[in-house]
Protein backbone atom coordinates (compact mmCIF):
# COMPACT_ATOMS: atom_id res chain seq x y z
CA UNK A 1 0.00 0.00 0.00
CA UNK A 2 1.17 3.67 -0.75
CA UNK A 3 1.57 6.15 2.06
CA UNK A 4 0.07 9.68 1.32
CA UNK A 5 1.73 12.56 3.30
CA UNK A 6 -0.79 15.60 3.30
CA UNK A 7 -0.20 19.18 4.86
CA UNK A 8 -2.70 21.78 5.25
CA UNK A 9 -1.99 25.43 6.14
CA UNK A 10 -3.15 27.62 9.36
CA UNK A 11 -2.24 30.80 9.61
CA UNK A 12 -2.95 33.03 12.96
CA UNK A 13 -1.97 36.40 14.62
CA UNK A 14 -1.19 36.15 18.48
CA UNK A 15 1.32 38.64 20.59
CA UNK A 16 3.38 37.27 23.28
CA UNK A 17 6.19 37.85 25.57
CA UNK A 18 9.08 35.82 27.01
CA UNK A 19 9.55 36.29 30.48
CA UNK A 20 13.33 37.39 31.02
CA UNK A 21 14.31 36.75 28.13
CA UNK A 22 17.70 39.01 26.68
CA UNK A 23 16.28 39.86 23.37
CA UNK A 24 13.58 41.59 21.54
CA UNK A 25 10.73 39.24 22.40
CA UNK A 26 10.52 39.92 25.91
CA UNK A 27 8.24 42.90 24.85
CA UNK A 28 4.76 41.98 24.14
CA UNK A 29 4.51 41.92 20.63
CA UNK A 30 2.85 40.02 18.00
CA UNK A 31 3.79 37.40 14.62
CA UNK A 32 1.77 36.20 11.83
CA UNK A 33 1.86 32.48 12.54
CA UNK A 34 1.98 30.08 9.98
CA UNK A 35 1.72 26.53 10.78
CA UNK A 36 1.79 23.36 8.42
CA UNK A 37 0.49 20.23 9.84
CA UNK A 38 1.72 17.25 7.55
CA UNK A 39 0.02 14.11 8.43
CA UNK A 40 0.55 10.87 6.59
CA UNK A 41 -1.19 7.30 5.86
CA UNK A 42 -2.72 5.36 3.26
CA UNK A 43 -5.89 6.40 0.66
CA UNK A 44 -8.95 4.34 1.56
CA UNK A 45 -9.60 1.93 -0.27
CA UNK A 46 -13.11 0.70 0.51
CA UNK A 47 -15.64 1.08 -2.44
CA UNK A 48 -18.61 3.01 -1.78
CA UNK A 49 -16.63 4.76 1.31
CA UNK A 50 -17.22 8.66 1.12
CA UNK A 51 -13.58 9.43 1.54
CA UNK A 52 -13.09 6.79 -1.01
CA UNK A 53 -9.23 7.08 -2.51
CA UNK A 54 -8.79 9.74 0.49
CA UNK A 55 -5.96 9.56 3.52
CA UNK A 56 -7.94 12.04 5.11
CA UNK A 57 -10.65 14.78 3.94
CA UNK A 58 -8.67 18.13 4.38
CA UNK A 59 -11.94 19.26 6.06
CA UNK A 60 -11.57 16.66 8.80
CA UNK A 61 -8.23 17.52 9.47
CA UNK A 62 -9.29 21.88 9.66
CA UNK A 63 -12.12 20.71 11.99
CA UNK A 64 -9.56 19.02 14.24
CA UNK A 65 -6.74 22.30 14.27
CA UNK A 66 -9.26 24.96 13.93
CA UNK A 67 -10.82 24.49 17.26
CA UNK A 68 -7.40 23.34 19.62
CA UNK A 69 -5.02 26.18 17.89
CA UNK A 70 -6.14 28.84 15.17
CA UNK A 71 -9.79 29.82 17.60
CA UNK A 72 -7.98 29.29 20.91
CA UNK A 73 -4.36 31.49 20.13
CA UNK A 74 -5.69 33.93 17.11
CA UNK A 75 -5.69 37.02 17.99
CA UNK A 76 -4.80 36.60 21.83
CA UNK A 77 -1.69 37.04 24.03
CA UNK A 78 0.13 34.10 24.64
CA UNK A 79 2.63 34.06 28.29
CA UNK A 80 3.67 31.74 30.52
CA UNK A 81 1.19 31.62 33.75
CA UNK A 82 2.14 33.04 37.13
CA UNK A 83 4.83 35.23 35.98
CA UNK A 84 4.88 38.94 36.37
CA UNK A 85 3.94 39.74 32.57
CA UNK A 86 0.70 37.53 33.19
CA UNK A 87 -0.24 39.31 36.63
CA UNK A 88 -0.02 42.65 34.62
CA UNK A 89 -2.16 41.73 32.04
CA UNK A 90 -4.67 40.18 34.45
CA UNK A 91 -4.44 43.78 36.34
CA UNK A 92 -5.12 45.18 32.97
CA UNK A 93 -7.91 43.29 32.49
CA UNK A 94 -6.66 41.96 29.03
CA UNK A 95 -9.11 40.11 27.39
CA UNK A 96 -7.93 36.40 25.16
CA UNK A 97 -4.59 36.27 27.41
CA UNK A 98 -3.49 32.05 27.15
CA UNK A 99 -1.77 31.15 30.05
CA UNK A 100 0.27 28.32 29.50
CA UNK A 101 2.69 26.36 31.62
CA UNK A 102 5.59 26.69 29.42
CA UNK A 103 7.32 29.75 27.95
CA UNK A 104 5.47 30.88 24.71
CA UNK A 105 8.97 30.17 22.55
CA UNK A 106 8.12 28.69 18.75
CA UNK A 107 9.55 25.88 19.72
CA UNK A 108 7.43 25.02 22.83
CA UNK A 109 4.31 26.12 20.92
CA UNK A 110 5.14 23.71 18.48
CA UNK A 111 5.64 20.65 20.90
CA UNK A 112 2.78 21.87 22.45
CA UNK A 113 0.97 21.75 19.09
CA UNK A 114 2.47 18.06 17.75
CA UNK A 115 0.84 16.53 21.35
CA UNK A 116 -2.51 18.11 21.12
CA UNK A 117 -3.28 17.25 17.62
CA UNK A 118 -1.72 13.78 17.58
CA UNK A 119 -4.67 12.98 21.13
CA UNK A 120 -7.42 14.15 18.13
CA UNK A 121 -6.06 12.47 14.80
CA UNK A 122 -8.06 9.50 13.82
CA UNK A 123 -6.29 5.81 14.51
CA UNK A 124 -5.63 5.66 10.31
CA UNK A 125 -3.30 8.54 9.83
CA UNK A 126 -0.39 9.73 12.20
CA UNK A 127 1.60 13.00 12.61
CA UNK A 128 4.38 13.58 10.17
CA UNK A 129 5.59 16.73 10.94
CA UNK A 130 4.90 20.33 12.24
CA UNK A 131 6.68 23.75 11.35
CA UNK A 132 5.82 26.64 12.60
CA UNK A 133 6.84 29.99 10.98
CA UNK A 134 7.23 32.69 13.94
CA UNK A 135 8.44 35.42 10.95
CA UNK A 136 8.92 35.22 7.02
CA UNK A 137 12.26 34.22 7.62
CA UNK A 138 12.22 31.92 11.08
CA UNK A 139 10.59 28.57 12.31
CA UNK A 140 10.60 25.51 14.26
CA UNK A 141 9.90 22.19 13.08
CA UNK A 142 8.76 18.80 14.75
CA UNK A 143 9.15 15.65 13.44
CA UNK A 144 7.27 12.31 14.82
CA UNK A 145 10.94 10.44 13.56
CA UNK A 146 12.86 12.60 15.84
CA UNK A 147 10.47 11.85 19.09
CA UNK A 148 9.86 8.18 19.16
ZN1 LIG B 1 8.23 37.07 19.38
Known amino acids: MTKIRLTKEFRFEMAHALEGYDGLC ?3 HGHSYILTVTIIGEPIQQEGH ?4 MVMDFGDLKRIVNPLIV ?3 DHAVAVMSNTPT ?8 FQRIVALPF ?4 ENMISYFAQVIME ?5 VKLHHLRLHET ?5 EWYASDNL
Request: net charge positive; charged share 25%; aromatic share 6%.
Open 86 to 93: HKKLLDAG
Open 26 to 28: RHM
Open 103 to 106: QPTC
Open 50 to 53: PKLG
Open 120 to 124: KLPPT
Open 71 to 73: ERF
Open 136 to 140: ATSYA
